[in-house]
């Protein structure tokens, strides 16, 4: 547990005492400041080097994993300075950098991680690096298996007039196959949100359903779907509908279908538009409308280079794909969105793989074969684990990859001991991997491998400054839960003495008046408290709450997080604004007992 319940005072300051000069009025070119010799006197490859200076982090946060902070005790005024004064933070390594950090754009840490012990440093391409825009591209998703269900599963036309509502499902939630539910839990299993289809079950159905078991649910595969990236929330949210839609229309829906079958369907057309081509040819079309533009990404790449560290990159994607995405974030843009695929994003990684087939990549006993691709056709030359073969025949393509391969090297397929070996990595804790996949990218990588991981959460962005803004009434909800407690124990203490002690009938009709007043009382605080809790819960989403809680707990996707991410942050490219050598160190660890013995 790490939120404790009263206000804790902190500050962690790493600064020199002579701190840099803010962005100001400075404009500053990222390739020239980069390029500054002073920054890293390291070599490209030799013994890391300790940054200039260090980062100054000061934060509140009334959430998870964070320390809240007294409105006495803390400097706040420059929450969201940054972006207020239409400023961008500064890359760490220009000569502005070093600055204090918004808090939405700050990275958070479950477990020690010093930076100088990471020799590699890994990025998935999918919503890491390439950030997509979901008003259009999940619009596109959506669509694209609606048309799957329609023409190829033999859904009803009636489908086709659907419409998709991106911010209704968030990640995090589990769907109930077999019923037809989506469920949102904390981090002991426990339903606290659900939903059959779009309508709203009573608590009488949740604890009937979920809740009167002699044995617990597991709420895995195959009775359950986890919806854990934001790719499946255009999946989740077809669901739902699907659901509404075979209760109030069951003849439309093909005979035998229930509502594991349908969910089966969703998938078996998500993957008929992944396999055609259909998404892919769209955003290759215009990566512009479905890509968001992060200008941050080659800083941040170079920054890690020139610091000495190895950079690859490990995407599902294939070459095709990965090549267009990466040309789009790492080259020019141009005004139709369009840049030229002439490789250059290649000088800013050591290896790159593509079609890795996470998490089996993870596994080193995965017999996949590591093939290496030739950039400009695409071709796929065997190798022996990463060793170039002779080819047989036409030799003209190897030579052109000699050529090409002085510096990056593209791969296809293989596992995580071709990728260790590729990089001379000697232990897997020298690797930090950034991914969005709560189970493809951080579990796996985590609990096989051991690597050092970082979790990218968009959501995060608008969470957090939503939980500084409403800091105040979440302390007042813990106050009306404190009062109703304190109502409750004067009603149990009362009841007892009306029960086992011997009281005369004055005092008993004066003690159960007072009895009736307090429950009165209790009542009035209960509604106010879950009125309140409520409102609060529906300012972060008006169906699901609060991404990290339900309730007072945290939620499973938190639990997730805390147990397998040791960084967490809402962009990669939050990474630019520390230094590459930084020792990120967790907040203390509360339990309940010590909340109101430790000094706060």
């Given at each position: 547990?790490?939120?404790?319940?009263?206000?804790?005072?902190?500050?962690?300051?790493?600064?020199?005492?002579?701190?840099?000069?803010?962005?100001?009025?400075?404009?500053?070119?990222?390739?020239?400041?980069?390029?500054?010799?002073?920054?890293?006197?390291?070599?490209?490859?030799?013994?890391?080097?300790?940054?200039?200076?260090?980062?100054?982090?000061?934060?509140?946060?009334?959430?998870?994993?964070?320390?809240?902070?007294?409105?006495?005790?803390?400097?706040?005024?420059?929450?969201?300075?940054?972006?207020?004064?239409?400023?961008?933070?500064?890359?760490?390594?220009?000569?502005?950098?070093?600055?204090?950090?918004?808090?939405?754009?700050?990275?958070?840490?479950?477990?020690?991680?010093?930076?100088?012990?990471?020799?590699?440093?890994?990025?998935?391409?999918?919503?890491?690096?390439?950030?997509?825009?979901?008003?259009?591209?999940?619009?596109?998703?959506?669509?694209?298996?609606?048309?799957?269900?329609?023409?190829?599963?033999?859904?009803?036309?009636?489908?086709?007039?659907?419409?998709?509502?991106?911010?209704?499902?968030?990640?995090?939630?589990?769907?109930?196959?077999?019923?037809?539910?989506i469920l949102k839990m904390d981090r002991h299993k426990y339903v606290k949100v659900a939903y059959h289809g779009f309508r709203e079950l009573t608590k009488e159905e949740k604890v009937s359903t979920y809740g009167n078991t002699l044995i617990r649910d597991s709420f895995d595969e195959p009775d359950y779907a986890l919806i854990d990236t934001l790719?499946?929330?255009?999946?989740?949210?077809?669901?739902?509908?699907?659901?509404?839609?075979?209760?109030?229309?069951?003849?439309?829906?093909?005979?035998?279908?229930?509502?594991?079958?349908?969910?089966?369907?969703?998938?078996?057309?998500?993957?008929?538009?992944?396999?055609?081509?259909?998404?892919?040819?769209?955003?290759?079309?215009?990566?512009?409308?479905?890509?968001?533009?992060?200008?941050?990404?080659?800083?941040?790449?170079?920054?890690?280079?020139?610091?000495?560290?190895?950079?690859?990159?490990?995407?599902?994607?294939?070459?095709?794909?990965?090549?267009?995405?990466?040309?789009?974030?790492?080259?020019?843009?141009?005004?139709?969105?369009?840049?030229?695929?002439?490789?250059?994003?290649?000088?800013?990684?050591?290896?790159?793989?593509?079609?890795?087939?996470?998490?089996?990549?993870?596994?080193?006993?995965?017999?996949?074969?590591?093939?290496?691709?030739?950039?400009?056709?695409?071709?796929?030359?065997?190798?022996?684990?990463?060793?170039?073969?002779?080819?047989?025949?036409?030799?003209?393509?190897?030579?052109?990859?000699?050529?090409?391969?002085?510096?990056?090297?593209?791969?296809?397929?293989?596992?995580?001991?071709?990728?260790?070996?590729?990089?001379?990595?000697?232990?897997?804790?020298?690797?930090?991997?950034?991914?969005?996949?709560?189970?493809?990218?951080?579990?796996?990588?985590?609990?096989?491998?051991?690597?050092?991981?970082?979790?990218?959460?968009?959501?995060?962005?608008?969470?957090?400054?939503?939980?500084?803004?409403?800091?105040?009434?979440?302390?007042?909800?813990?106050?009306?839960?404190?009062?109703?407690?304190?109502?409750?124990?004067?009603?149990?203490?009362?009841?007892?003495?009306?029960?086992?002690?011997?009281?005369?009938?004055?005092?008993?009709?004066?003690?159960?008046?007072?009895?009736?007043?307090?429950?009165?009382?209790?009542?009035?605080?209960?509604?106010?408290?879950?009125?309140?809790?409520?409102?609060?819960?529906?300012?972060?989403?008006?169906?699901?709450?609060?991404?990290?809680?339900?309730?007072?707990?945290?939620?499973?996707?938190?639990?997730?997080?805390?147990?397998?991410?040791?960084?967490?942050?809402?962009?990669?490219?939050?990474?630019?604004?520390?230094?590459?050598?930084?020792?990120?160190?967790?907040?203390?660890?509360?339990?309940?007992?010590?909340?109101?013995?430790?000094?706060?």
């Amino acid at each position: 547990m790490r939120v404790p319940r009263k206000p804790v005072a902190f500050c962690l300051s790493l600064f020199p005492p002579l701190l840099p000069r803010g962005c100001g009025s400075r404009a500053w070119s990222g390739s020239r400041c980069l390029s500054r010799p002073a920054r890293f006197p390291g070599r490209r490859r030799g013994i890391l080097t300790l940054g200039a200076c260090q980062l100054h982090a000061s934060y509140s946060m009334d959430g998870i994993r964070a320390t809240a902070v007294d409105d006495r005790t803390l400097d706040c005024s420059w929450m969201g300075s940054f972006e207020n004064n239409g400023l961008k933070p500064c890359i760490w390594s220009s000569p502005e950098g070093g600055q204090k950090i918004d808090i939405a754009k700050q990275i958070f840490c479950n477990r020690s991680l010093n930076m100088r012990n990471i020799v590699a440093v890994g990025f998935d391409m999918d919503y890491t690096l390439a950030q997509y825009k979901p008003d259009t591209f999940e619009s596109l998703a959506y669509e694209g298996t609606i048309k799957k269900l329609v023409y190829d599963l033999g859904y009803p036309k009636e489908l086709l007039e659907w419409s998709f509502d991106w911010k209704y499902m968030v990640r995090g939630l589990v769907l109930d196959k077999k019923r037809g539910n989506i469920l949102k839990m904390d981090r002991h299993k426990y339903v606290k949100v659900a939903y059959h289809g779009f309508r709203e079950l009573t608590k009488e159905e949740k604890v009937s359903t979920y809740g009167n078991t002699l044995i617990r649910d597991s709420f895995d595969e195959p009775d359950y779907a986890l919806i854990d990236t934001l790719f499946s929330l255009a999946e989740a949210y077809l669901f739902a509908q699907l659901v509404d839609f075979k209760d109030k229309n069951p003849g439309k829906i093909p005979d035998g279908t229930n509502y594991a079958r349908m969910y089966k369907d969703v998938r078996a057309a998500v993957d008929l538009c992944h396999r055609d081509g259909t998404l892919k040819q769209m955003v290759a079309k215009d990566p512009k409308r479905y890509i968001n533009e992060d200008t941050t990404i080659v800083p941040l790449l170079k920054m890690l280079r020139d610091s000495g560290r190895a950079t690859f990159l490990a995407t599902n994607s294939l070459w095709d794909y990965t090549n267009i995405v990466m040309t789009y974030l790492c080259g020019p843009h141009k005004s139709g969105g369009n840049s030229s695929c002439n490789f250059d994003w290649l000088q800013y990684f050591d290896v790159v793989i593509t079609g890795s087939a996470k998490p089996g990549f993870f596994h080193e006993d995965n017999r996949a074969n590591l093939f290496e691709v030739e950039p400009e056709s695409g071709m796929l030359l065997n190798t022996d684990n990463g060793t170039p073969m002779p080819q047989v025949g036409d030799t003209s393509p190897r030579l052109m990859l000699q050529q090409s391969n002085k510096g990056c090297r593209v791969f296809q397929g293989g596992n995580v001991g071709h990728l260790h070996k590729l990089l001379s990595i000697e232990s897997s804790s020298q690797v930090l991997y950034v991914g969005d996949h709560i189970y493809g990218d951080i579990l796996r990588s985590k609990k096989v491998l051991g690597w050092r991981t970082m979790l990218v959460v968009p959501e995060l962005e608008r969470e957090v400054k939503l939980l500084w803004e409403l800091r105040d009434s979440r302390k007042q909800l813990r106050l009306m839960r404190n009062e109703r407690d304190h109502i409750e124990d004067k009603i149990h203490h009362l009841k007892w003495s009306l029960k086992f002690e011997n009281v005369n009938p004055d005092e008993k009709q004066e003690l159960s008046s007072e009895v009736e007043e307090l429950e009165s009382q209790r009542d009035q605080v209960r509604l106010s408290h879950q009125l309140a809790q409520r409102d609060c819960h529906h300012k972060f989403h008006k169906v699901w709450g609060q991404l990290m809680k339900t309730g007072y707990q945290n939620s499973r996707f938190a639990h997730q997080v805390e147990r397998f991410a040791c960084l967490y942050t809402s962009q990669v490219s939050n990474l630019s604004l520390y230094s590459p050598d930084k020792y990120y160190r967790p907040s203390e660890d509360f339990m309940p007992h010590e909340f109101d013995i430790l000094p706060l």
